[in-house]
């Protein structure tokens, strides 16, 4: 269980006195309409792309010493990417594609496809990528004692935010909310998760049980955590060795 008790138990704002509005419901609308801004401006920045295990390919390519920029990009580009950019981000675009094509036919991972119910099971692929994410940055601290993931994520948007001119607008965009609204420190939040998950459904309409997917998460928590740390570490070895 992750710290804080039940799965899904999110706080609700406590009722005042009948027909009083205090400073209390004062906060409490502009609590809302900042979750709600928060909301729309991550919908707004969500990419075209089916996939938003940003943290997860970040880390591994640090690992293997292969672009950042490349790996992070690698959803935005269709197709070969060498008449556009130069050898290293090529390589780092090719890593990315290579790492999904191996998260997805790694056995643990199509098991865990299977936990979804009928309704969901369709887009478990996309809602399992951001569920690896949360619990790489959940046990961060396990996998990498030596580099707090602040750390980490500070090296990244170092390597990567000087060199934005020349990619898609899209991607640019979502740039400047990865880093400034703390994406991947705030994957380790399962409420965080769910509106990941929500944004991503109200953006595409043929993605809308994405939204329903995260009681599914809840439900096989444990199980999930569980298929992580069974493949993950490998990964993390195969990246070092850079046989990913």
Same mark, same amino acid.
């Given at each position: !269980?992750?710290? =804080?008790g039940?799965?899904?138990a999110? *706080?609700?704002?406590?009722?005042?006195p009948?027909?009083?509005r =205090?400073? /209390?419901?004062g906060r409490?609308?502009?609590? +809302?309409?900042?979750?709600?801004a928060? @909301?729309?401006?991550? #919908?707004?920045?969500?990419?075209?792309?089916q996939? !938003?295990?940003?943290?997860?390919?970040?880390h591994l390519?640090?690992?293997?010493d292969?672009?950042? &920029? =490349?790996?992070?990009?690698?959803?935005?580009?269709?197709?070969?990417?060498? *008449?556009?950019?130069?050898?290293?981000?090529?390589?780092?675009i090719?890593? $990315?594609?290579?790492?999904?094509?191996m998260?997805?036919?790694?056995?643990?991972v #199509?098991?865990?496809?299977?936990?979804?119910?009928?309704? %969901?099971?369709?887009?478990?692929?996309?809602?399992?990528?951001?569920?690896?994410d949360?619990?790489?940055?959940?046990?961060?601290? @396990?996998?990498? *004692?030596?580099? *707090?993931?602040?750390?980490?994520?500070? $090296?990244?948007?170092?390597a990567?935010?000087?060199?934005l001119?020349? @990619?898609p607008p +899209?991607?640019?965009? !979502?740039?400047?909310?990865?880093?400034?609204?703390?994406?991947?420190? #705030?994957?380790?939040?399962?409420?965080?998760?769910?509106?990941?998950?929500?944004? !991503?459904? /109200?953006? +595409?309409? #043929?993605l809308?049980? &994405?939204? =329903?997917?995260?009681?599914?998460?809840? +439900?096989?928590?444990?199980?999930?955590?569980?298929?992580?740390w069974?493949? %993950?570490? /490998?990964m993390?070895r195969?990246?070092?060795a850079?046989a990913?």
């Open positions: !269980m992750p710290p =804080g039940k799965l899904g999110f *706080p609700r704002a406590a009722a005042g009948s027909g009083v =205090g400073s /209390q419901d409490d609308h502009a609590a +809302r309409r900042r979750a709600s928060q @909301t729309l401006a991550l #919908r707004c920045a969500l990419p075209y792309t996939r !938003m295990n940003f943290l997860a390919h970040l390519a640090a690992l293997a292969s672009s950042l &920029l =490349g790996n992070l990009l690698a959803d935005f580009v269709r197709g070969d990417p060498k *008449p556009y950019y130069n050898a290293d981000v090529c390589a780092g090719r890593m $990315h594609r290579r790492v999904d094509s998260t997805d036919s790694l056995p643990q #199509r098991a865990a496809r299977a936990w979804f119910g009928d309704d %969901y099971r369709r887009v478990a692929p996309i809602t399992l990528d951001i569920v690896w949360h619990f790489l940055a959940r046990h961060w601290s @396990t996998l990498e *004692p030596q580099r *707090p993931l602040p750390d980490f994520i500070a $090296h990244a948007s170092a990567i935010l000087p060199h001119e020349g @990619t +899209r991607f640019r965009t !979502m740039n400047q909310h990865l880093w400034q609204e703390r994406w991947l420190q #705030r994957y380790a939040e399962l409420p965080f998760i769910a509106r990941v998950l929500s944004g !991503m459904a /109200q953006r +595409r309409p #043929r809308a049980a &994405l939204s =329903g997917s995260f009681s599914d998460i809840e +439900r096989h928590y444990d199980r999930l955590e569980a298929q992580f069974h493949f %993950y570490p /490998q993390m195969q990246a070092y850079k990913l």
